[in-house]
């Protein structure tokens, strides 16, 4: 019998109409645990490195987490892997919500789709009952809109519907994939829908889920629950912190080049709680989740959306524009169906280039002169990709090289062609260099979280934070003791901080856990209510598997390193892996190449960043060295002689 998980995908070719349900193998359950680490086998075997992301052999694969449907609270994060049309690299794009969840009730673990639809179809899931649906009447519908109508046409207000709206239709490189108060934002998965003609995934599940030792699980989740709620140091502090003086005085405004400190004052505070009191009319949390880091706004003139992490400041910030206009435009986009990281950027970008005359009203016919109505008309442009928008439509790095004319050097914030949370400082941070550098998922929310961004000045308050830093090892609570204000940690240190913060981000994605409760949170009050020591007794009364924190670790390093090939077989290589020019104003190159080498040394990798054929066999990844070899991207025994993970136990 299979506990936690249900045994089977569901494969839809799109191209063919056809839909099966496949058992899978519970042997890549016990190297992968599941969620995007199954998923990276998965198009590991079935997608060659030469396939175009757009094209119908790509794979766009919704996973549930090994968790999701367990009484594990705070289990409901869906991941959303294929390759990206933006970077041809790897995405892994997460959303929370109940989508994940209700799948996993209707029976399946995976949906896997492959192929192209003739015309615009949406699926429609309710246990064993699943249909390619005619979706020509949801054409040009917002997201949110889409679930309501297809929630009434299927005649239940239960089903959970995951949906792009008419950037994703348009294969727009910032296309998100909506669900509920979530979405799977990143890097172009919803480009990657809309090139299959697949507008929306309705589930509806009633199927029981085995646990292995339900009466113990019960009984810890039960407390855990209890935990969460009264933790003050998880959930997303974001939604309902209303002193936001530290984002507007170190993000940066416009295309990521501009600070403006001082911004938030108690005035402006006010008119935002004023208004946001006018707007809201509801929180939510996700399913199973005593949090409530989610709230739907009401805005005059738009549908109901909700509001997630930051994006209520994003859009005000890049067009210089007070904070109203960011409700007004978030219904707008949010209905569109558009990243409110990557989206901003873009639409300031095109104003900067506009500004240095390199875009001149040949490109921009009646452009509006204010910020707001600058950003509109740009929206409508790139939604439907007509005239200039259709270079906007993918990305900073690609339109600017597209564009030519000098506007490269207007290409402020992107790693590996994506755009980056836009946050600008001083003096360089390594751990942040490295993960910038070398994370697979291109998003360093993705990555960052278990280590404190910055050391504590007051040595009392320290030493207190370590003492109640469960979640840490033993290196890191001495690491973190002796790292004082203006200084920076040793090299070992750094690459360490990296690769723990890396690791959790792997787990939580394999099980499903909201990074929230755990990867993203460590920094902030050093105690997540899941963490490298408790998660293994969670992960074996669910399943049971036998797993202990050590095991659990090499998982996630087995996963990392499998997400790492997918991206060195499609020409991934160092040249690549560095941070925006103006990240940090104070650098030293040389110093951080001598980083970066240590890094790609603890984690058994060559100089050039590929994993040594010791390194991939030793995590029984023996067929990716093989595929190497055979390829040309190793030579025989190419690569220094792994440390990773004997240097990087648990304890």
């Known amino acids: 019998m299979r506990y936690a998980e249900t045994g089977y995908n569901l494969e839809v070719d799109l191209s063919q109409g056809t839909v099966k349900r496949v058992r899978t193998d519970p042997a890549l359950t016990e190297l992968h645990l599941g969620g995007q680490g199954t998923a990276a086998r998965i198009l590991w075997d079935r997608v060659p490195p030469e396939t175009d992301p757009l094209s119908p052999e790509n794979l766009l694969i919704f996973s549930t987490g090994l968790l999701h449907g367990t009484p594990v609270p705070g289990a409901n994060r869906t991941s959303v892997s294929t390759f990206s049309p933006l970077t041809n690299l790897y995405v892994n794009s997460l959303m929370g919500g109940w989508f994940g969840p209700e799948l996993k009730h209707a029976g399946y673990d995976k949906i896997i789709i492959s192929g192209e639809a003739p015309g615009l179809v949406y699926l429609w899931i309710h246990n064993d009952k699943v249909e390619i649906r005619d979706a020509s009447h949801l054409q040009g519908k917002g997201c949110q809109e889409t679930a309501t109508l297809l929630q009434k046409e299927l005649n239940d207000p239960r089903i959970q519907v995951a949906a792009i709206g008419l950037a994703g239709e348009n294969r727009v490189f910032q296309a998100t994939i909506e669900h509920a108060n979530s979405s799977a934002s990143r890097h172009g998965v919803g480009a990657v829908m809309g090139a299959k003609r697949l507008k929306a995934i309705a589930v509806r599940g009633t199927n029981d889920l085995n646990i292995a030792r339900p009466a113990e699980l019960w009984e810890l989740c039960r407390n855990k629950y209890k935990e969460i709620h009264e933790n003050k140091n998880c959930g997303d502090p974001m939604a309902h912190d209303h002193n936001e003086s530290f984002h507007v005085d170190n993000f940066a405004w416009g295309n990521a080049r501009t600070r403006r400190k001082g911004y938030w004052s108690k005035e402006r505070e006010e008119k935002w709680v004023s208004l946001w009191k006018d707007v809201r009319t509801r929180d939510s949390g996700c399913y199973n989740c005593p949090k409530d880091c989610h709230y739907t706004i009401s ?11 930051f994006n209520k400041l994003t859009y005000c910030m890049a067009a210089f524009e007070e904070i109203d206009f960011n409700y007004d435009i978030l219904g707008l986009t949010s209905a569109y169906g558009l990243d409110g990281f990557s989206t901003p950027q873009v639409l300031a970008f095109a104003v900067e280039l506009y500004e240095a005359g390199i875009l001149t009203e040949e490109e921009l016919p009646d452009f509006p002169s204010d910020g707001a109505g600058r950003f509109f008309y740009l929206l409508e442009k790139v939604v439907r990709r007509e005239g200039i928008g259709d270079v906007l439509a993918n990305g900073v790095y690609l339109a600017a090289r597209q564009i030519g004319k000098g506007a490269e050097a207007f290409d402020h914030n992107t790693t590996k062609r994506v755009e980056q949370v836009p946050l600008k400082l001083g003096v360089i941070n390594y ?40 979640a840490a090892p033993e290196r890191f609570k001495k690491w973190f003791l002796e790292w004082e204000p203006k200084e920076h940690m040793p090299i070992e240190a750094s690459v360490n901080v990296c690769d723990w913060n890396e690791a959790m981000h792997y787990v939580d994605d394999s099980i499903g856990t909201c990074a929230w409760l755990s990867s993203f949170r460590g920094q902030f009050g050093g105690s997540p209510p899941y963490h490298l020591f408790n998660l293994p007794q969670i992960i074996t009364l669910a399943t049971g598997m036998e797993l202990d924190s050590d095991g659990l670790l090499e998982i996630s390093r087995r996963n990392r390193q499998l997400v790492r090939a997918l991206n060195i077989r499609r020409g991934l290589r160092r040249t690549e892996e560095k941070p925006p020019e103006d990240h940090w104003k104070i650098r030293d190159p040389e110093m951080e190449q001598k980083h970066l080498d240590a890094y790609y040394e603890f984690k058994g990798w060559t100089n050039d960043g590929i994993p040594a054929k010791e390194t991939l066999d030793r995590l029984g990844l023996d067929y990716v060295s093989e595929d190497f070899l055979r390829r040309g991207i190793l030579a025989g025994a190419e690569g220094a002689p792994s440390t990773e993970v004997s240097a990087g136990k648990a304890e």
């Not at 998922?441 to 009392?460: L, V």
């Open 299 to 309: 805005y005059p003139g738009r549908h109901k959306y909700f509001l997630k992490c």
């Open 431 to 470: 751990p942040f260099y490295l993960m910038y550098c070398t994370g697979e998922k291109m998003n360093i929310t993705q990555i960052e979280g278990s280590f404190p961004q910055a050391p504590i000045a007051d040595p009392e308050k320290r030493k207190k934070f370590v003492d109640n830093w469960e």
